[in-house]
């Protein structure tokens, strides 16, 4: 499968155009504190023309340009060819329905090499819980598997603001039960599952291994959550500093829960406000955080928290880079670094199931 291609609109609207000053703030910024390969990225990215998604609808937003586009753009400038199983060889996969809280759910099923039966990821999108789906985490879910050397299930859960909280939450559990009970019949060993997601989907991931437990459910044998959601103020010390960070900044993260709960009550909800959590009896955790990120905040009180309670986790974070969304490896070294020690995580937790 190929990435999706870079959405286009017929005509952009002026109002939503980002601030001037501020993106000429932002851009100054980045060329200071970004590493060169992801100053290059973030430059794809704009020659793109993308809104301010806090100044969009919901379904704009989902047309605007992506860093999977950006992407696709740097490998053609490269002469690259951004045909997925090309970027990630030894990697296949295929598309299925699977069972969520409220009917079926598309997902994506991708398979390494070698012999079954391989350990295998339950994996959670991220896209503030509004934007993107398995298309556009293609890359991350397919590196993920490689890493990994198992079976990733990529989900697409029901998104707000059609479905708005708990939804997700409600079909990540029910995800990983169906994952459960039919990990034989895709090739995967149903007693070496884990968890794992990227920004709203690593907050899926860590809130799903939460209600494994509490349901009494067989536990996952490890966590994996990549610039994870863990709490829902906006004044932590790094959303402040990364005010007006690209590709995700603090309007957004406002928007995005905005569109997600119906009201303030729900943003103490635990399965939001995780760090306030019951964390005890979890399985070994990974974190990974971004310096240019207003979510590095949230991964480090979440390894403060899980260590509280007696967690076994490890947390890697990595200067001069944005939150490489949509695993970018193909052009970043420090995402080509982070997806090594994610697997490398991985397998030491399956290796020691």
Not at 278 to 302: F, Q, W, Y
């Amino acid at each position: 499968m190929n990435p999706p291609k870079p959405h286009r609109r017929e005509e952009p609207d002026a109002a939503a155009k980002p601030n001037p000053v501020i993106e000429a703030v932002s851009k100054a910024t980045a060329k200071l504190r970004a590493d060169a390969d992801m100053l290059e990225l973030l430059e794809a990215h704009a020659s793109l023309d993308p809104l301010a998604i806090d100044k969009l609808d919901f379904e704009a937003a989902r047309n605007n340009p992506t860093i999977a586009d950006a992407v696709a753009v740097l490998l053609a400038r490269q002469g690259r060819s951004s045909d997925a199983e090309s970027l990630v060889p030894g990697v296949t996969s295929r598309d299925i329905a699977i069972e969520g809280a409220d009917g079926l759910l598309a997902a994506r099923v991708y398979l390494p090499a070698g012999s079954a039966p391989f350990p295998v990821v339950v994996y959670f999108h991220g896209g503030g819980w509004v934007l993107a789906d398995k298309d556009v985490y293609d890359g991350g879910a397919r590196g993920l598997c490689k890493a990994a050397g198992a079976i990733v299930i990529s989900v697409d859960y029901r998104r707000a603001p059609e479905h708005r909280f708990p939804a997700a939450w409600d079909d990540a559990i029910a995800a990983y039960e169906w994952t459960l009970a039919n990990a034989a019949t895709l090739g995967g060993d149903p007693e070496r599952i884990a968890l794992a997601g990227e920004s709203a989907g690593g907050n899926l991931a860590l809130a799903t291994a939460i209600a494994a437990r509490d349901s009494q459910l067989v536990q996952p044998v490890h966590v994996l959550a990549v610039y994870p959601v863990t709490q829902t103020s906006l004044n932590t010390e790094s959303y402040l500093e990364n005010a007006i960070a690209k590709p995700l900044n603090r309007a957004m993260m406002q928007w995005f829960f905005e569109h997600v709960v119906d009201d303030a009550e729900d943003l103490e909800d635990e399965r939001l406000q995780l760090i306030d959590a019951d964390l005890e009896g979890l399985p070994s955790v990974t974190l990974i955080t971004a310096r240019i990120d207003p979510l590095r905040g949230d991964g480090a009180k979440m390894e403060t928290a899980l260590e509280a309670a007696g967690v076994d986790v490890e947390r890697r974070d990595y200067e001069g880079v944005t939150p490489a969304r949509r695993a970018p490896s193909a052009v970043l070294q420090k995402a080509r670094d982070a997806q090594h020690f994610a697997g490398e995580r991985l397998r030491q937790a399956f290796d020691g199931a």
